[in-house]
């Protein structure tokens, strides 16, 4: 009987129920693998009739066992979760993962993937600053270097593209506001330095209209990386001078509400549901910090394990593969919503 045939290490890998990283370890490095894994993975080399690509794989050899790792503000702890992720990632797959923060500021960013390149690492992981990167520079940059983009795209720039369906993720939240109390105003900055910021409001003022209700759109002033100093500022501002029309709000993002959470406290107003509450606020991202808030943040959680766990397969397939997508790849993930006390 003719065993069964397989093309390419995703298919391996789906068929034998044996990772991607791992497998790729494998063909690295055979005895880097545990015993009992290298068994498993030589018996289904020859059940599937699988031959890697040994020409691909001498070619990648060429470059480090390095992966670059580089998020726009590493002191984000969204980011900080995010980057852990892919460190744990790229190590359990046998790569020394480098990483590389561009505290807000376009011109580290270019330079760090400019450190990088001098390093010739094996491919990239981005999540760009966003609205003032340079664009330019960084498709430049990046189409000399294998580059996945995670949380935040950027045009023409990177091999694939892996983040939230905001117009989901946003929508499930308005509706369940609109549905359980006063429509809500959304809280945002105006200058926001992640473009995401742009779609979810796009995507608060549509599922708003649908429903019926016009959108109430709160842009508050402030720049940078410091939501929670902004949100608290400006929040506090608006909270005395009665300038939130409805008892219902809706923070752009989980940091943003945990400063309005602030300021609400601060200015005597009770946030949560029922008798007593003068306020209900939630967010989005389910920041790690948002369910040891006071009360604990309703928000919308992305999700993280298929952010980053789709990001580096990709990044890995086309290590594995010495071959870069002919054209962009791009995959948006939906979000869940996550009840807690304050809304």
Not at 8 to 28: D, Q
Not at 211 to 235: K, M
Not at 248 to 253: A, D, G, K, L
Request: charged share 25%.
């Amino acid at each position: 009987m003719r065993p069964e045939k397989v093309r390419t290490m995703e298919e391996l890998a789906s068929v034998s129920g044996i990772s991607r990283p791992t497998l790729s370890k494998f063909f690295n490095d055979p005895q880097s693998v545990r015993k009992t894994t290298r068994a498993r993975i030589e018996e289904a080399l020859e059940r599937y009739d699988y031959t890697p690509n040994v020409y691909a794989i001498n070619q990648n050899r060429q470059l480090t066992r390095n992966i670059g790792i580089v998020v726009p503000f590493l002191a984000d702890p969204f980011f900080a979760e995010v980057a852990r992720n892919l460190e744990l990632l790229s190590s359990d797959a046998g790569f020394n993962p480098i990483l590389l923060s561009s505290h807000g500021d376009p011109e580290r960013e270019v330079a760090n993937l400019e450190s990088l390149r001098g390093i010739r690492p094996a491919g990239v992981l981005l999540a760009p600053i966003g609205r003032r990167s340079h664009r330019d520079a960084l498709s430049e940059l990046c189409d000399e270097l294998a580059t996945v983009l995670f949380d935040c795209d950027v045009e023409d720039v990177g091999d694939a593209m892996f983040g939230s369906k905001y117009s989901q993720s946003t929508d499930i939240m308005v509706e369940y506001l609109c549905r359980t109390g006063e429509p809500p105003a959304l809280f945002e900055m105006a200058r926001a330095p992640n473009p995401n910021a742009n779609k979810r409001r796009t995507a608060y003022e549509g599922a708003m209209r649908r429903l019926g209700h016009e959108p109430i759109v709160l842009s508050v002033d402030g720049d940078g990386w410091a939501f929670e100093e902004i949100a608290h500022r400006e929040a506090s501002q608006l909270i005395a001078a009665r300038g939130i029309p409805t008892n219902t709000v809706f923070c752009s993002n989980d940091r943003l509400a945990i400063g309005f959470l602030a300021a609400a406290y601060e200015n005597g107003l009770r946030v949560g549901v029922g008798a007593g509450c003068a306020l209900r606020v939630a967010g989005h991202d389910d920041h790690p910090f948002s369910r040891f808030t006071c009360p604990a943040l309703t928000t919308v959680s992305q999700d993280y394990e298929k952010i980053t766990g789709s990001s580096f397969e990709k990044l890995l397939e086309i290590i594995s593969s010495g071959e870069r997508p002919k054209k962009k790849i791009s995959s948006f993930f939906d979000g869940t919503l996550v009840l807690r006390k304050s809304a």
